[in-house]
């Protein structure tokens, strides 16, 4: 981390060792950090919290992947809460109508990028998952409420069968 933080170079032999990044924090923002620290464990845990309430809500829908595990050695601090459905497109389309705010992180794999120029890979699960993922609302300002509400509208999305009526197959 160190030679990170100096752009790669070992302070004391003034040795580059690879290319790193200038990543020092002046006064204001180190001040703000470490105000902000103070509260990580707080905001984890509300995290925590927020998530074991969409996985209450959404638990039961058919077609529909949650990111809990059941291994204790794993602690996902719910940074996004991402679902995966094959109906992802239309399932952000009508939680916009609905007022709901979504994410797609990864609308389509890296190498699709051309200015990357990272040839054509053939990685069918990474398709798949940038066709699939959605994120839902996710903050430490997200109360109970605002996950009943996108719990409420996904239930009467897959309920309908909108997902099933107006899908494009794959």
């Keep these: ?3 990170l933080r100096y752009n790669g170079e070992d302070r004391k032999t003034g040795e580059y060792h690879y290319h790193g990044q200038t990543a020092l924090l002046d006064n204001v923002q180190a001040a703000v950090l470490d105000a902000k620290l103070r509260h990580v464990t707080d905001w984890i845990n509300h995290r925590r919290k927020i ?3 969409y996985r209450a809500g959404l638990d039961r829908i058919p077609g529909l992947k949650l990111p809990h595990f059941s291994q204790s050695e794993h602690f996902d601090v719910f940074q996004n ?3 995966r459905t094959k109906h992802r497109d239309r399932l952000r389309e009508h939680l916009t109508r609905e007022g709901i705010e979504t994410q797609v992180s990864w609308p389509k ?3 699709h990028h051309k200015g990357l120029a990272l040839g054509d890979l053939q990685l069918p699960e990474t398709e798949s ?3 699939e993922v959605l994120s839902l609302p996710m903050s430490a300002e ?3 409420e605002h996950v009943n509400i996108t719990v409420r ?3 009467d999305f897959f309920a309908t069968g ?3 009526q107006r899908s494009a197959p794959y």
Aim: proline share 8%; hydrophobic share 55%; charged share 10%.
């Design 142 to 144: 997200t109360t109970p």
């Design 81 to 83: 809460y991402v679902v």
């Design 129 to 131: 998952i940038c066709r």
């Design 109 to 111: 794999p890296m190498w």
């Design 153 to 155: 509208a996904m239930g």
């Design 1 to 3: 981390m160190t030679l």
């Design 162 to 164: 909108f997902a099933e």
């Design 51 to 53: 998530a074991e309430l």
